[in-house]
């Protein structure tokens, strides 16, 4: 059966993911209130943060700016774009 819940980033009833993404708390908060649909938004944004700055993951830097743009675009209502991606023409 499939887990709803009422994602605060697309403001509507949609599938909830299986399972938290993310450690720890925030995890538990993304689980509870971002729909799949939302969370494969972030990731393909996310890709595209990681390719267009370079960014090394291994740098704890690095994933603490990742973090703060993910809670920024799921839970501030914030549209996040890596600086310098130009979408891909039809």
Known sequence: MTRM???VKLKKEA???E???????LGVKIWQSIS????????????R???E????LADSRARKYL????????F???DIEAQGYVPPSA
Do not use: H, S
């Open 19 to 25: 399972f938290p993404p993310y450690p720890g708390e």
């Open 53 to 56: 700055n370079r960014l090394n």
């Open 67 to 74: 973090t703060e743009q993910m809670q920024r675009y799921l």
């Open 5 to 7: 819940v009422q994602c």
């Open 36 to 47: 799949k649909e939302a969370w494969a938004n972030w990731i393909q944004i996310q890709t």
């Open 76 to 78: 501030d209502d914030q």
């Open 15 to 17: 599938e909830g993911l």
């Open 49 to 51: 943060i990681v390719n």
